[in-house]
């Protein structure tokens, strides 16, 4: 059966939303494509990487928690109120950080060669726990309690931010950088991710995402 346009696009749109959320926050990842981007040294294998090792996560969360959510009613009810908790965590975590400025302080040191870029570019990302958290756990939750139809859609607009702002980050960071060491910035920055996280889990407790 084909889906309407309203069912495709709700479920790209959120996950979207939601990717965008969770990536846009400071972190050392984003400091090192931001540095490298900077520098103009291995800049889009290191974006490319980022990207792909988020899609490959957000694929097997939605995947695997797609399957335990239809299975069971009792852990579509724990996801939600997991989902939720989280989302509400996460809001107060960026309204905290936007009312104590703070800047992105990218790496001084150049890398030697490719390798040690892509295993840096590796170990950063995959040796943060958070990394599991926003793919695998919260965009996996979220993206589950969708039809199985939808979900590729969910996990698609979730991927398809990811590579937008890594890709972006690194072919912006000169005009990007000097932003990101204003604190300003990112207190506006931090305040929509506030204001995102929390709409999300209002939809969540409402019953407008997924299922």
């Given at each position: 059966m084909s889906l309407s346009l309203t069912a495709v696009s709700t479920p790209?749109?959120?996950?979207?939303?939601?990717?965008a959320g969770l990536i846009v926050a400071?972190?050392?990842?984003?400091a090192f494509v931001l540095s490298q981007g900077v520098r103009?040294?291995?800049?889009?294998?290191?974006?490319?990487?980022?990207?792909?090792?988020?899609?490959?996560?957000?694929?097997?969360?939605?995947a695997g928690m797609g399957v335990l959510?239809?299975?069971?009613?009792?852990?579509?009810?724990?996801?939600?109120?997991?989902?939720?908790?989280?989302?509400?965590?996460?809001?107060?975590n960026a309204l905290k950080a936007a009312l104590k400025p703070a800047t992105l302080e990218t790496q001084q040191?150049?890398?030697?060669s490719l390798r040690s870029a892509l295993l840096t570019t590796l170990a950063l990302s995959l040796l943060n726990p958070h990394v599991y958290l926003d793919?695998?756990?919260l965009l996996g939750s979220i993206g589950g309690r969708y039809p199985e139809a939808e979900r590729f859609w969910f996990g698609a607009g979730a991927a398809?931010?990811?590579?937008?702002?890594?890709?972006?980050?690194?072919?912006?960071?000169r005009w990007l950088a000097p932003l990101f060491k204003k604190p300003v910035a990112w207190q506006i920055l931090d305040g929509?991710?506030?204001?995102?996280?929390?709409?999300?889990?209002?939809?969540l407790i409402s019953g407008r995402i997924g299922a």
């Open positions: 790209f749109f959120t996950g979207l939303a939601t990717s400071i972190g050392a990842q984003n103009r040294q291995y800049h889009w294998p290191i974006a490319g990487v980022c990207s792909l090792l988020d899609t490959i996560l957000i694929v097997l969360g939605i959510i239809s299975e069971s009613p009792l852990i579509l009810t724990l996801v939600t109120w997991g989902g939720v908790a989280f989302l509400l965590w996460y809001g107060a040191r150049g890398l030697s793919t695998v756990v398809l931010f990811s590579c937008i702002w890594f890709f972006a980050l690194s072919l912006g960071a929509l991710v506030c204001a995102m996280m929390w709409t999300l889990a209002g939809l």
